[in-house]
């Protein structure tokens, strides 16, 4: 491998961070779908400090599989589980966490911290000189490993740990004397000290780790070096600002940082950021899905704006139903069509996953269309009249509703039914009903506390549900009926349950006891058209839900390379569970625009080489998702001449790249 210190040095013509390198690469070292003998049969042929990260099939946690020794033995090999907590990436038993998991992996490959040496890039994306020659490597993933641009030319190894006695330039991290040192920054990597206008002309362009230290145990700066290269705090500094000079530092090492705009741009952003700036991007397959349905979603909302009488009365639910149908099945495109770039495994912890995305969808999709939307759910419900019903019996409640509901507790008083109704107002203009049923737990929440002198009381739902109907209408905001079918056909079956689930229907039977006829108030408080309406509810979301799980089981997506002279386009193709290759190919043939089909084939990488997909060949998605790419190429193509081995790439895509 290239000395990281040789890669940097100052007035190089381009420098490449190691969080780009890894960042571009990720398809060659995040191998999410190995074992533990997968890995370890890849890394047998690596040297020393050579690394893969999986995931864990029984634990579903990823793990840094490193190289230690030449040799074959159990021991050659270790595996350190990596820790997803509180929105952090970290090794075990180590004190440093970061933000995602590519900051982690760039940080292991310039610090050893519980390593006994510095994670090494392969040799190919160490020394590659160029964006494009490290893509050409990432577009070969897993059998980057098997191929000849896998190169290795003799080395000394990773750096030893340091000798005693041996005095070091570095900075140490501590853990309090019995612990040792938390983690060690190779001064090779630090900047030299710029002039003034080197310094204002970087200014734009650092960016912080965020390394976050815990505070679990109590940590000191070790006493630096007297030289006025390293900007360290005193000993002495409180925990948070010797924290902050700790990421100072790293903000300064050559090795993490952006050293121009284009790679400023790497950097990983929050995955709503990302899933909404692909969301955008009509190269993308999810990009034309999305701003395809958004096109046609509009037309939708006309229309239903134009229906009249009975027809509007039944066509708001519908209307939600589609809209969470397609956010469901674009979240699961997503997952499977490999365009997120990173991965959303790398941005945020494994837990934490599937909120991102649901999020994420919610602001590419829900908030282009809130303000249509909006209108045309007010407009149904005008035209059908329950908006009317409803503020008519708010109106005529107003005086009357703590002894109509028979409240027989606490109630808020004036200014807590103020901060309600400004919680209530706030809901209404977010698109995201995830934040929406946050607002009305919180409005819950205050209610709760009204209704008895001691904190932590329990009330049960024939107690909480008149305070609640007093609340909405003292409240006076008619568009709540809006906002609760927003929420209760909009969330996730998973919001559904607990609290959140609890609350929004408790909203619902709230607004059926305010509208009804009856003088008496139900035992319960739960009227039978309330009961009929969410049982009736229930069975249908949950049916949803079941149909959703069996329709993700029976397709999907794979990526398909298509090469036509200097051109090569990657595009997301649904795979459906039982289709031949066949099948693909005519789909491929479709999709790419081929003129002469019958000179075309699908072909598959397997060790390095394209090989023709045989016949008839019963081809697993799952196969394909480990890895395997596809592409559909000419047959007569000579596949010795159209992978034009280089040092710095893998295929040579030529002068003329794109992505669909």
Known sequence: MQDPACELQPGSLRTISVLDRLLLTHPVWLQLSFNSDSAQQVLQAEPKGAFLVRRCSSSQKKVLCVRLTEDNAPSAFRQCVIREEESTFSLESSAVSFPDLCRLVAFYCISRDILPFPLELPEAIAKASSHRQLESLSHMGMEFWSSPLNFRTPRNGPPAADQPGQESRGLFVGRGPQQGALCYINPLFLREPPSRGALHKRHRFKRSLRVRVSTETSMALSSPPRSTELDCAEPSLPLQKRASTASGLLRRTQALSPTSEEEEELIPKDPQQLVDELSQDRRSAFGVLVQDFLLQQREELEAQALAQGSSAAAAAPPLLQGLRRFLSQAKRFLLDCGELE??????????????????????????????????????????????????????????????????????????????????????QRTHSPIDKVLLLLQVCKGIYNAMGPNPGQEFGTDEFLPV?????????????????????????????????????????????????????????????????????????????????????????????????????????????????????????????????????????????????????????????????????????????????????????????????
């Open 342 to 427: 990173p991965p959303i495994e790398t941005l945020v912890p494994e837990k934490e996953k599937d909120l991102a995305l649901e999020k994420a969808m919610f602001g590419c999709v829900l908030k282009p269309l809130k303000t249509q939307l909006d209108q045309t759910l007010l407009s149904l419900h005008t035209k059908d009249g329950s908006m009317q019903r409803l503020a008519d019996s708010l109106r005529d409640s107003q005086q009357v509703a703590m002894k109509r509901f028979g409240v027989r507790v606490g109630v808020p008083d004036a200014r807590g039914l103020e901060r309600m109704k400004q919680k209530l107002s706030l809901m």
């Open 468 to 660: 609640l109907s007093y609340v909405l209408v003292q409240c006076n905001l008619p568009q709540i009926l809006l906002q609760v079918e927003y929420m209760m056909e909009l969330l996730e079956p998973s919001w559904l349950t607990g609290e959140g689930g609890y609350y929004l229907t408790s909203v619902y039977a709230s607004l059926c006891l305010i509208q009804s006829q009856s003088d008496t108030v139900p035992p319960n408080g739960l009227t039978r058209e309330a009961q009929e309406a969410l049982k009736e509810w229930n069975r249908r979301r949950s049916q949803e839900a079941q149909n959703q799980k069996d329709a993700q089981h029976n397709q999907r997506f794979v990526r398909v390379l298509f090469q036509d002279g200097d051109c090569s386009i990657v595009r997301t193709l649904l795979w459906k569970v039982g289709d031949t290759p066949e099948a693909l190919a005519r789909l491929c043939v479709l999709k790419f625009g081929v003129s002469d089909p019958e000179q075309y084939g699908l072909y598959w990488r397997d060790g390095g080489e394209m090989r023709p997909v045989p016949p008839g060949a019963a081809v697993r998605p799952a196969r394909l998702q480990r890895g395997a790419t596809l592409a559909f190429l000419r047959c007569d193509q000579d596949f010795g001449k159209a992978r034009k081995l280089t040092r710095g790439g893998a295929v040579d895509l030529g002068e003329s790249v794109c992505e669909e």
